[in-house]
């Protein structure tokens, strides 16, 4: 009963020019997103998804070796950038050594999201935004040469099957694949260390019962979300509590305050990877509920089990923590100390 545009079609607070130059299928509403959202779903089958676990693993353990044995570690740099970029270069075709560069353009193109709340941002966003899309047409361009069995070759071949998908809705959907791949990811994974590093109790029963990363990484996603909140057009009149707010109005959804209900989570303010029952809402909801749900908590759990399979203790130094230039909830750096397993 929700969406992205208002009745008359518009994204709330940009133009009729601005609204149509959106094309990325979280900006847009049926029939094209239903449309968008289609073509690139295939990417995120079960199949797809347990296909690409031993490559991001692989790249994980490589770099974590490279590391041995230092005793100190960035928890972003060396840990919840690797394995999101791992996954997002085996599904696009990006470059792996491209990772840092591209978390950066990501990280600050995240402000074309809110362009009325920082304006004076938006020329960095657009900056950031024009560089990505010459990375990526660059990209595409190659599969249209020489097609592989990556994501993008398939969207490259729905595009040249028709009318389906234009260059500018490939463009858009490979960058908007990029920053929700890697931007939300970072923020799980880095967060999700922060609260083990802080609660290591915690950690030490990850270790001993390692079959609880599914719940631990829900728990993550539930105590610090990436994306605290989202907001949402209704498309009918809807009563909250008694109070009914008009259709075509932008509501703000708290997803973090969500997420500590004490309604719906007993105890809603402790860290605990064994919680079962109620679901967060951190992947938002209805028809836009995040397409790469799955995928980030792939990416989460191969993550977690590394850390817990390697490592005694983590302990982040909170006073060096640095955040990322992001609209969302994203460490940039959190050095850390390591205590291997014996």
Same mark, same amino acid.
Not at 106 to 126: G, I, M, N, W
Not at 297 to 323: C, G, H, K, P
């Given at each position: 009963?929700?969406?992205?545009?208002?009745?008359?079609?518009?994204?709330?607070?940009?133009? #009729?020019?601005?609204?149509?130059?959106?094309?990325?299928?979280? #900006?847009?509403?049926?029939?094209?997103?239903?449309?968008?959202?289609?073509?690139?779903?295939?990417?995120?089958?079960?199949?797809?998804?347990?296909?690409?676990?031993?490559?991001?693993?692989?790249?994980?353990?490589?770099?974590?070796?490279?590391?041995?044995?230092?005793?100190?570690?960035?928890?972003?740099?060396?840990?919840?950038?690797?394995?999101?970029?791992?996954?997002?270069?085996?599904?696009?075709?990006?470059?792996?050594?491209?990772?840092?560069?591209?978390?950066?353009?990501?990280?600050?193109?995240?402000?074309?999201?809110?362009?009325?709340?920082?304006?004076?941002?938006?020329?960095?966003?657009?900056?950031?935004?024009?560089?990505?899309a010459s990375y990526m047409l660059e990209l595409i361009e190659q599969r249209r040469?020489?097609?592989?069995?990556?994501?993008?070759?398939?969207?490259?071949?729905?595009?040249?099957?028709?009318?389906?998908?234009?260059?500018?809705?490939?463009?858009?959907?490979?960058?908007?694949?990029?920053?929700?791949?890697?931007?939300?990811?970072?923020?799980?994974?880095?967060?999700?260390?922060?609260?083990?590093?802080?609660?290591?109790?915690?950690?030490?029963?990850?270790?001993?019962?390692?079959?609880?990363?599914?719940?631990?990484?829900?728990e993550c996603l539930r105590f610090e979300p990436s994306v605290p909140y989202t907001?949402?057009?209704?498309?009918?009149?809807?009563?909250?509590?008694?109070?009914?707010?008009?259709?075509?109005?932008?509501?703000w959804a708290v997803l973090i305050a969500a997420n500590r209900d004490p309604g719906?989570?007993?105890?809603?303010?402790?860290?605990?990877?064994?919680?079962?029952?109620?679901?967060?809402?951190?992947?938002?909801?209805?028809?836009?509920?995040?397409?790469?749900?799955?995928?980030?908590?792939?990416?989460?759990?191969?993550?977690?089990?590394?850390?817990?399979?390697?490592?005694?203790?983590?302990?982040?130094?909170?006073?060096?923590?640095?955040?990322?230039?992001?609209?969302? #909830?994203?460490?940039?750096?959190?050095?850390?100390?390591?205590?291997?397993?014996?």
């Amino acid at each position: 009963h929700s969406g992205m545009r208002q009745l008359d079609g518009l994204i709330p607070n940009e133009s #009729r020019e601005e609204t149509e130059a959106s094309r990325f299928m979280l #900006r847009t509403d049926p029939p094209d997103h239903d449309r968008l959202r289609g073509l690139v779903s295939k990417a995120f089958t079960p199949h797809a998804l347990a296909a690409l676990r031993p490559q991001v693993q692989a790249e994980l353990d490589r770099h974590l070796d490279s590391l041995a044995p230092a005793d100190r570690i960035d928890l972003v740099g060396d840990l919840a950038l690797v394995v999101p970029a791992a996954s997002m270069c085996a599904m696009l075709g990006v470059p792996f050594e491209d990772r840092d560069r591209l978390s950066g353009l990501v990280s600050v193109a995240t402000y074309r999201l809110a362009k009325q709340a920082f304006p004076d941002l938006q020329p960095q966003a657009e900056a950031a935004i024009m560089e990505l899309a010459s990375y990526m047409l660059e990209l595409i361009e190659q599969r249209r040469q020489s097609p592989t069995d990556d994501i993008l070759s398939g969207l490259v071949a729905a595009e040249e099957a028709g009318d389906r998908l234009d260059t500018e809705e490939l463009l858009q959907q490979s960058i908007g694949l990029l920053v929700a791949g890697l931007e939300t990811t970072i923020g799980l994974i880095g967060n999700g260390m922060l609260c083990f590093s802080r609660y290591p109790q915690q950690f030490e029963r990850l270790q001993q019962r390692p079959e609880l990363v599914e719940k631990a990484v829900e728990e993550c996603l539930r105590f610090e979300p990436s994306v605290p909140y989202t907001y949402r057009v209704l498309w009918q009149d809807t009563d909250f509590d008694g109070i009914v707010i008009p259709a075509d109005t932008p509501v703000w959804a708290v997803l973090i305050a969500a997420n500590r209900d004490p309604g719906v989570f007993p105890d809603p303010d402790t860290f605990d990877i064994g919680r079962s029952g109620a679901r967060h809402c951190s992947f938002g909801g209805g028809i836009h509920f995040c397409l790469g749900s799955h995928l980030a908590r792939l990416n989460a759990e191969v993550a977690f089990t590394a850390m817990a399979r390697r490592y005694q203790s983590v302990s982040a130094d909170e006073q060096l923590i640095e955040w990322a230039p992001s609209l969302f #909830r994203i460490p940039g750096k959190i050095p850390a100390r390591l205590k291997p397993r014996p």
